[in-house]
């Protein structure tokens, strides 16, 4: 069984440690997605999270505050939500892992997350599963019905700093690796998120790249599918093993 870290009073301000057999081979935060919104859980991760763990990770299984789906439902939304990610990854510190390098590894709107908070904590790299990296594009295309506006609480036009702080295509150059994992068949986020990530990424002198693999939006979280090797493949290459 998982050991529950609190980090903070609130009732998804937790994450869920898995501790492999032997010594870990680095700790890898998971990261859900789910459009920011209340109804999705860190449950989508726990196949993951068990997977890596069988696999010599330590995987810490991160739930933070979300959104409903209008601006009043939830206790999330931006500022609280990216500081919980960060609040969490900094729970670690003083754990049995502490000291271990550490990936994030966020799917869908965690890829999102996982790539704003590796500018805010002490990270080895980052592997996004599908992310919506290009804020600013994902509102004015208008994925998961308005999600990105129902999370960041305006558009780009009415409020172009909060997408400022926000937006991972904003926040260039990373100054760790950045893995960005995406389907072009994905009907949910479009590669074209990814693609526009990583290019400017790359234009910024960013350790950044594109990977695109098979199925759908979910197959990558999916142990057993193609798509989730390659997720286990990234994780390993930037840990260097």
Do not use: C
């Not at 991160?62 to 959104?67: D, G, I, M, Q």
């Not at 999370?151 to 409020?159: C, H, I, R, S, V």
């Not at 991972?168 to 693609?195: E, R, T, W, Y």
Request: without cysteine; aromatic residues 6%.
């Amino acid at each position: 069984m998982p050991e529950r870290i609190q980090y903070g009073p609130g009732k998804d301000q937790w994450g869920d440690l898995y501790l492999p057999a032997g010594e870990p081979r680095g700790v890898v935060v998971a990261i859900h997605g789910g459009f920011w919104r209340e109804r999705y859980t860190a449950l989508d991760t726990v196949d993951e999270s068990e997977d890596l763990a069988a696999r010599g990770f330590a995987v810490f299984n991160l739930e933070y505050r979300r959104v409903g789906d209008s601006e009043s439902e939830g206790d999330g939304g931006w500022p609280a939500t990216g500081e919980d990610i960060v609040a969490g990854i900094r729970a670690l510190e003083g754990t049995s892992v502490s000291g271990l390098p550490v990936v994030l590894l966020g799917h869908s709107a965690g890829g999102q997350l996982a790539a704003w908070a590796a500018g805010h904590v002490e990270v080895a790299g980052v592997v996004s599963q599908a992310g919506p990296l290009a804020l600013t594009e994902s509102a004015r295309l208008g994925i998961g019905d308005g999600a990105t506006v129902n999370f960041l609480g305006a558009t780009p036009e009415e409020n172009p700093a909060v997408y400022e702080q926000a937006d991972p295509l904003k926040n260039l150059p990373l100054s760790v690796p950045l893995i960005a994992l995406h389907s072009g068949l994905d009907k949910i986020v479009p590669f074209s998120l990814s693609q526009q990530y990583v290019t400017a990424a790359q234009t910024a002198g960013a350790d950044a790249r594109l990977i695109q693999v098979e199925g759908d939006h979910l197959a990558i979280i999916r142990p057993g599918s193609e798509a989730y090797q390659v997720s286990v493949d990234a994780i390993q290459a930037i840990l260097g093993h």
